[in-house]
């Protein structure tokens, strides 16, 4: 078994808003395994945001005003994800589904056809965010990929300081996600084969040359 480890930390200020008006991070990912790989995404609530919970989102896009959905987070475009394998800490809930649950209010890439993952927070307390943040702990799920690239994530959380306290607060960025292996093209199959094909032909052995007559030997009349 080898781990892969793909710590994001140092990118985390480019890929996701600053701090004072984000909610739900993905801060680090680790891949574990050989095939299928485990992905595992560690989360922080940010110190201005509280997560609560409730029921857990059932359109899409997830309507800015309801606050009966619980917090919730969603992965995109998770290719190769095995069915079931989803897990988080206690009271979270994981779905998956093609179109991702979205806050109405931001715009993830998410390719149609593949699955999305979505973990809400439908049991348990508040958890807050004050004073320096929250570690909201690991969530994972299994893919037949181990290799890395950027895919988007969306979140929800609720504002926990400020006028604005209570209310909706919504996030988007990037994180690391498994990219499907690819197969070759028919046509690049079939030019592979010819030209294997050709150097074979050009390795044959040439036909061995007639030995010359050795010394004293009889000779044709």
Excluded at 133 to 138: E, P, Q, S, V
Excluded at 178 to 184: F, R, Y
């Amino acid at each position: 078994m080898h781990k892969r480890s793909l710590m994001v930390l140092a990118a985390l200020a480019a890929l996701a808003p600053p701090l004072a008006t984000a909610n739900i991070i993905p801060t680090g990912t680790t891949i574990n395994g050989s095939g299928p790989y485990t992905w595992t995404y560690n989360l922080q609530l940010s110190q201005d945001q509280n997560a609560i919970s409730g029921l857990p989102p059932t359109v899409n896009p997830v309507p800015h005003v309801n606050l009966s959905f619980g917090s919730f987070f969603t992965i995109y475009d998770f290719d190769g994800y095995l069915d079931g394998s989803c897990t988080g800490p206690s009271g979270w809930l994981c779905t998956a589904q093609n179109i991702g649950y979205t806050p109405d209010d931001v715009m993830p890439n998410d390719l149609p056809g593949v699955v999305n993952l979505t973990w809400a927070y439908v049991t348990g307390d508040p958890l807050i965010g004050a004073p320096a943040g929250y570690n909201l702990g690991d969530f994972s799920a299994q893919s037949l990929y181990g290799r890395a690239h950027t895919v988007s994530y969306a979140a929800r959380g609720v504002k926990a300081i400020g006028s604005q306290a209570g209310s909706i607060g919504d996030n988007v960025g990037d994180t690391q996600g498994p990219l499907a292996a690819t197969v070759p093209e028919p046509g690049t199959l079939l030019l592979a084969g010819l030209g294997l094909l050709g150097l074979g032909l050009r390795r044959k052995p040439a036909a061995a040359d007639p030995q010359p007559p050795t010394e004293g030997a009889l000779q044709p009349a």
